[in-house]
Structures are given as C-alpha cells and as structure tokens.
C-alpha cells in the first residue's frame, strides 16, 4: 500500500528554518507528481507546493515563494521541503502527499510545525 512517513518538524522562532522529509513506499516514486499540504488548527487543509516526477518542475503557493523549496531525491524515495524564514502563520501539521495541487490521493500522517518564540 502507499505509505508516507514525514519527519523533521518541530519547534523554532520565526525567521528560522526546518526541513521535512518523507520516506515513501508502495508505489513507483519517480512517476508522480507529489505535494506537501499544511493543515492549521481550526482550518482545511492548504496546498502548500508541488513537484514533478523528475523534480524540475516545482510550484508553490504564492505565501511559500521564495521561502520554501521542494525537492525529491528518486533513488531514495524521499520528497523534502526546505523551510526558510518561518512565520507563525506557518504553524501547521505538514502532509506528504501523493497527488498535485488539486488532486491529492494518499497522505501520510503527517509532522508538527509550529513556529513561535
């Protein structure tokens, strides 16, 4: 079955930097496209970036550009997302998920940001 394990969150002041990762299972890694999505308290789940199966093709939401960069490494199976100049707008549960923008089909449980001082 498709599997996602996030790591890497935690606590840190704004301005400070984390990076998620995602070990992904269960299905061919390098042929879709993939997402992360952040989840606040009390709100729905925001698409955050997205990248393609060869890692060239990147999006982002227009809060993360500029601030946050996606990445895949295909030989291991794991997607990335660098945060830079965190903000506490950026307190959330992070997802990886397979799918893009719009279609999001499996999602891991997901790792802890919050963002405060």
């Known amino acids: 079955e498709v599997q996602f394990v996030e790591a890497g969150g935690g606590m840190v002041q704004p301005g400070g930097s984390l990076r998620l990762s995602c070990a992904a299972s269960?299905?061919?890694?390098?042929?879709?496209?993939l997402s992360w999505v952040r989840q606040a308290p009390g709100k729905g789940p925001e698409w955050v970036s997205a990248?393609?199966?060869?890692?060239?093709?990147?999006s982002y939401a227009d809060a993360m550009k500029g601030r946050f960069t996606i990445s895949r490494d295909n030989a291991e199976n794991t997607l990335y997302l660098q945060m830079d100049n965190l903000k506490p707008e950026d307190t959330a549960l992070y997802y990886c998920?397979?799918?893009?923008?719009?279609?999001?089909?499996?999602w891991g449980l997901g790792t802890q940001v919050t963002v405060s001082s």
């Open positions: 998920v397979l799918g893009s923008k719009a279609t999001r089909n499996y």
């Open positions: 990248i393609g199966p060869g890692g060239g093709s990147t």
């Open positions: 269960g299905f061919t890694f390098s042929r879709y496209e």
